[in-house]
């Protein structure tokens, strides 16, 4: 279960990772299985409209069952499927880079974390440090 505890280990560890990389300010969103938001934060010179980035890649993670990376393979082969389901969620899915799977050990899905503001393999690589960090599973 992605209890806050959980959320927030996972949001630190990809924000120790984006600073020791120095990446541009981020917005990183932690969501559980069903989509709600966990834990939320916007680092200090963030755009405005950043976390509604995060939380669409993370929420397009969760909604296919694979992460945005996949989304945006698919979407150059069915761009019409991926504009239509992004119509159908309220415009909430995001098919870039940055949004990945988090599980545990036993491969149970536990929730996403989205993560925008720098580069989307950058976004991405940030999300899998906090997942790893935190002890658990990235699916990219």
């Known amino acids: 279960m992605m209890n806050l505890e959980l959320a927030e280990a996972i949001l630190a560890g990809a924000r120790k990772h984006a600073r020791a990389q120095n990446l541009k300010p981020l917005t990183i969103a932690v969501l559980d299985a069903r989509g709600a938001v966990r834990c939320l934060i916007n680092e200090d010179g963030t755009s405005l409209h950043r976390a509604d980035v995060a939380i669409g890649k993370a929420y397009g993670a969760i909604s296919f069952g694979q992460s945005s990376r996949k989304?945006?393979?698919?979407a150059e082969t069915q761009?019409?499927?991926?504009?239509?389901v992004t119509h159908a969620a309220g415009g909430k899915l995001v098919p870039v880079p940055g949004g990945v799977l988090v599980r545990d050990g036993e491969g149970e899905l536990l929730g996403a974390i989205g993560i925008s503001g720098d580069t989307s393999d950058n976004d991405e690589a940030a999300a899998v440090a906090g997942i790893e960090a935190a002890g658990l599973v990235a699916q990219t």
């Not at 989304?71 to 698919?74: I, V, Y």
């Not at 761009?79 to 239509?84: K, P, Q, S, T, V």
Request: charged share 20%; hydrophobic share 60%.
């Open 71 to 74: 989304l945006g393979e698919r």
């Open 79 to 84: 761009a019409y499927f991926i504009a239509a």
